[in-house]
């Protein structure tokens, strides 16, 4: 076994798929949810939308098997899943909706769009090498902060999709959310072996038998999409390429890296495979091959997602074989029409209760990273984490807290997780500038 937790151990086959199905399934929602969401703002027909979906299953699973499998060059070799980040839903839209493409009739927007990712990504593959100077931004109290942030306002989402409806419904919804997340915790403390690796999809088990019994969850094969259905490269036509456009999607992939680094330096310390300065110009690297393969295929910039790391925490199984496993999976699903239907028709109260076992534990998981640093009233570890926390949950609460603030700070602005993460870099930098000035003062 390689590395302080197994990140090159390749378990049996039989141990592997359900473990990978897991990490499908926990990151499956947010990985569909910026494309519909992108789909829905723009008014694209349903079968637009769904070639939005198809694109990023598939460039979500290649992205994941470069991350994981990787190359001397490319790739950090570390158990990261990857998907679109949704910090880049304001820019696609601001993009693709914009009065100079009002009249078009040709896909103008979002081929717009599509030139401005595969910039994008060019861009952040020459930027790669800046990963040696990118690590110093990130101390344990940033990355402990960085994930808190991350637990907290992913929360709200796994809530929603449980506290929906009204009477006897909403009653449903809670029973079969709840018996997820008790099953999830009960394997968790009880479990031994494979039950306690697998406590979170095993309680997706239950809450889809408990489902089924409530009325709440129906399968059936009428009406489905065919079983495979291939996406074409640039399915909306040539990439249309323009500075300002592309300009902004280069910041936005810049602001992904806050979420990508975090999620490498926590999965380093789990796995014993350091998030050295050479392993993250090749996270980057990987990262910038990415989005321009999602430009090309029709999807949008990629990111480590937080949600996977939690489950790594939950699971205690690190290796980067069997989230490789997932990536394949992903790219069988990009693949299959019918699959990747079959998937999203899972009740959303199902990912609810999934959500909050694993966005809780990644809360925790921040908050322990604090606590190490020693969390007192007034010094550097409590300011930075504090303030951080109540800038992200302020943005959580209310989306449009600072919409009065100039339109190019947007994109960092409506993403609790950036916004929260960024604000702890520059506060641990401004702490940092004052230690040292009082190092000198004193000497």
């Given at each position: 076994?390689n590395?302080?937790?197994g990140?090159?151990?390749?378990?049996p086959l039989?141990r592997m798929?359900?473990?990978?199905?897991?990490?499908?399934m926990?990151?499956?929602?947010?990985?569909?949810?910026?494309?519909l969401?992108?789909g829905?703002?723009?008014?694209?027909p349903?079968?637009?939308?769904?070639?939005?979906?198809q694109?990023?299953?598939?460039?979500?699973?290649?992205?994941t098997?470069?991350?994981?499998?990787g190359?001397?060059?490319l790739?950090?070799?570390?158990?990261?899943m990857?998907?679109?980040?949704?910090?880049?839903v304001?820019?696609?839209?601001?993009?693709?909706?914009s009065?100079?493409?009002?009249?078009s009739?040709d896909?103008?927007g979002?081929?717009t769009?599509y030139?401005?990712?595969i910039?994008?990504?060019?861009?952040?593959?020459?930027?790669?090498?800046?990963g040696?100077?990118?690590?110093?931004?990130f101390?344990?109290?940033?990355?402990?902060?960085?994930?808190?942030?991350?637990?907290?306002?992913?929360l709200?989402?796994?809530?929603?999709?449980?506290?929906?409806g009204?009477?006897?419904?909403a009653?449903?919804?809670?029973?079969v959310?709840?018996?997820v997340?008790?099953s999830?915790?009960?394997?968790s403390?009880?479990?031994?072996?494979?039950?306690?690796?697998?406590?979170?999809i095993i309680g997706?088990?239950i809450g889809?038998?408990?489902?089924?019994a409530a009325?709440q969850f129906?399968?059936?094969?009428?009406?489905m999409?065919p079983?495979l259905?291939?996406?074409?490269?640039?399915?909306?036509g040539?990439?249309?390429?323009?500075?300002?456009p592309s300009?902004?999607?280069i910041?936005?992939?810049a602001?992904t890296?806050?979420?990508?680094?975090?999620?490498?330096?926590?999965?380093?310390e789990m796995?014993?495979?350091h998030?050295?300065?050479k392993?993250?110009?090749?996270?980057?690297?990987?990262?910038?091959?990415?989005?321009?393969?999602?430009g090309?295929?029709?999807s949008f910039?990629y990111?480590?997602?937080s949600?996977?790391?939690?489950?790594?925490s939950?699971t205690g199984v690190?290796?980067?074989?069997?989230?490789?496993?997932?990536g394949?999976?992903?790219?069988?699903?990009?693949?299959s029409?019918f699959?990747?239907?079959?998937?999203?028709?899972?009740?959303?109260?199902?990912?609810?209760?999934?959500?909050?076992?694993i966005?809780?534990t990644?809360?925790?998981?921040?908050i322990?990273?604090?606590?190490?640093?020693?969390l007192?009233?007034?010094?550097?570890?409590?300011?930075?984490?504090?303030?951080?926390?109540?800038l992200?949950?302020a943005?959580?609460?209310k989306?449009?807290?600072?919409?009065?603030?100039?339109?190019?700070?947007?994109?960092?602005?409506?993403?609790?997780?950036?916004a929260?993460?960024?604000?702890?870099?520059?506060?641990?930098i401004l702490f940092?500038f004052?230690?040292?000035?009082?190092a000198?003062?004193?000497t």
């Amino acid at each position: 076994m390689n590395g302080k937790n197994g990140v090159d151990e390749v378990l049996p086959l039989p141990r592997m798929v359900p473990l990978a199905v897991q990490h499908v399934m926990v990151m499956y929602m947010g990985a569909i949810t910026t494309p519909l969401v992108i789909g829905r703002v723009l008014a694209l027909p349903a079968a637009q939308t769904a070639t939005l979906i198809q694109a990023d299953l598939l460039t979500s699973g290649a992205a994941t098997l470069l991350q994981t499998i990787g190359t001397r060059w490319l790739g950090a070799r570390l158990p990261l899943m990857q998907g679109v980040s949704f910090a880049t839903v304001s820019c696609v839209i601001g993009i693709a909706s914009s009065a100079t493409f009002a009249t078009s009739h040709d896909n103008e927007g979002l081929r717009t769009v599509y030139g401005a990712v595969i910039v994008a990504g060019l861009a952040a593959m020459l930027a790669a090498p800046l990963g040696r100077h990118i690590m110093r931004f990130f101390p344990p109290v940033v990355v402990g902060t960085s994930l808190a942030i991350m637990g907290l306002s992913l929360l709200p989402v796994a809530i929603d999709q449980i506290a929906s409806g009204a009477g006897v419904h909403a009653g449903r919804n809670m029973l079969v959310a709840m018996s997820v997340f008790a099953s999830a915790i009960f394997l968790s403390i009880t479990g031994r072996g494979v039950f306690k690796n697998l406590a979170v999809i095993i309680g997706v088990g239950i809450g889809l038998v408990v489902a089924f019994a409530a009325g709440q969850f129906t399968p059936h094969l009428s009406g489905m999409p065919p079983l495979l259905a291939p996406v074409r490269p640039l399915p909306f036509g040539w990439p249309i390429f323009q500075l300002m456009p592309s300009l902004s999607m280069i910041v936005i992939v810049a602001i992904t890296w806050v979420e990508s680094i975090g999620d490498a330096v926590v999965v380093g310390e789990m796995t014993g495979r350091h998030a050295t300065p050479k392993l993250v110009s090749r996270l980057l690297r990987a990262d910038g091959l990415a989005t321009l393969l999602g430009g090309i295929m029709g999807s949008f910039p990629y990111t480590a997602f937080s949600e996977n790391v939690a489950l790594l925490s939950i699971t205690g199984v690190r290796s980067r074989w069997i989230v490789a496993l997932a990536g394949g999976i992903l790219c069988v699903l990009g693949l299959s029409p019918f699959l990747a239907t079959a998937v999203a028709a899972l009740p959303p109260a199902v990912a609810g209760g999934a959500g909050l076992m694993i966005f809780g534990t990644l809360m925790m998981v921040g908050i322990q990273m604090l606590a190490s640093l020693g969390l007192e009233p007034g010094n550097k570890p409590f300011i930075v984490a504090s303030v951080s926390i109540v800038l992200a949950m302020a943005i959580v609460m209310k989306p449009d807290f600072f919409m009065f603030m100039p339109d190019w700070t947007q994109p960092v602005l409506q993403s609790p997780v950036v916004a929260g993460c960024v604000s702890a870099i520059v506060l641990n930098i401004l702490f940092s500038f004052r230690e040292r000035k009082e190092a000198a003062f004193t000497t």
